[in-house]
């Protein structure tokens, strides 16, 4: 058997257990387009007239990570920037378990009852058209009156825009367990929670998953946006205010902030689809 013919069936086993196989095809792509995007940032600020202070240089804004705030013998920015995408992360993490607790609670209360799914879905829907720059000022000055920790205030804005996704992903996974599949269960007499276990549930698995994913990016958002009022020490919502305010003494900070945030958000979307991954390896292999 030829050397190409081995490697092609080992690439059809990974793809074939769930594992994304590395090849220079599953990369390549998305480092052309950054490479791309570099160039095109670089050559419209020549070609336009941009001055720093609205565009920075990219290697400005890379440079920013490796200055010291407070003097030669100070740590580097970018160790404070990390402290800071720690607790940014930690309260979105925070959101995203309390919210896919809540948005799964509800699918299945909502699977079980179409009355309740007839009577609670419209304001579950409603509750996500209220903007959200509304909703974390009231959350967090609220919660901070009744001397609820600071974190946790942030974590309940995060899943307010977390438990929605999981809500509307769950009930329809929950839903399109087949009709036939149900009636052989209720055969041998199985019970409910046989039949959530055994049939609902793993049917369920990729419409889940794909509502996690969305709900990890927008837990980030909401953990970043609950930074924002006034009263917050520390996260990466926190540094967006503070370099935004310095702005004009320090352009490229603010970017540099940007870039930790979207970090975060792919961090945790691969974090997640990576337990999807290996769930769905597990599930397959059973």
């Known amino acids: 058997m030829s ?11 990974a793809a074939r257990r769930g594992w994304p196989v590395l090849r220079s095809g599953s990369w390549l792509p998305a480092l052309l387009i950054l490479i791309a995007l570099a160039i095109v940032w670089e050559l419209a600020k020549g070609a336009f007239g941009i001055s720093d202070q609205k565009l ?17 013998d100070g740590p580097l920015r970018a160790v404070g920037m ?21 948005g799964c609670g509800l699918a299945m209360a909502f699977a079980s009852s179409r009355l309740l799914e007839r009577s609670l879905l419209p304001y579950v829907v409603g509750s996500q058209t209220v903007p959200i720059l509304a909703i974390a000022p009231m959350v967090v000055v609220g919660l901070g009156q009744l001397n609820a920790p600071d974190w946790l205030a942030k974590a309940v804005v995060a899943a307010y825009l977390t438990f929605f996704p999981v809500t509307i992903g769950m009930l329809r996974g929950l839903r399109s367990t087949p009709p036939d599949a149900l009636d052989l269960m209720r055969s041998y ?9 055994k049939l609902r549930l793993p049917a369920a698995l990729p419409y889940l998953f794909t509502s996690l994913k969305i709900a990890a990016t927008a837990s980030v958002i909401g953990a970043l946006v609950a930074e924002l009022p006034a009263g917050s020490h520390s996260g990466i919502g926190v540094e967006i205010i503070k370099a935004a305010q310095f702005y004009n003494a320090s352009p490229p900070l603010l970017y540099a ?9 792919l ?19 059973n």
Not at 272 to 282: F, P, S
């Open 3 to 13: 050397e190409d013919v081995v490697l092609a069936t080992q690439e059809t086993h």
């Open 267 to 285: 961090l945790f979307y691969g974090a997640v689809a990576l337990a999807e991954r290996l769930l769905v390896r597990t599930q397959k292999a």
């Open 82 to 102: 990390l402290g800071s995408a720690v607790t940014t992360l930690g309260e979105a993490i925070l959101g995203f378990m309390l919210g896919g607790v809540l």
């Open 257 to 265: 902030i940007v870039v930790v945030a979207g970090a975060i958000g």
């Open 189 to 197: 007499a199985a019970s409910p929670g046989q039949v959530f276990l």
């Open 56 to 72: 920075p240089h990219l290697s400005a804004i890379a440079g920013v990570f490796f200055e010291r705030p407070q003097g030669d």
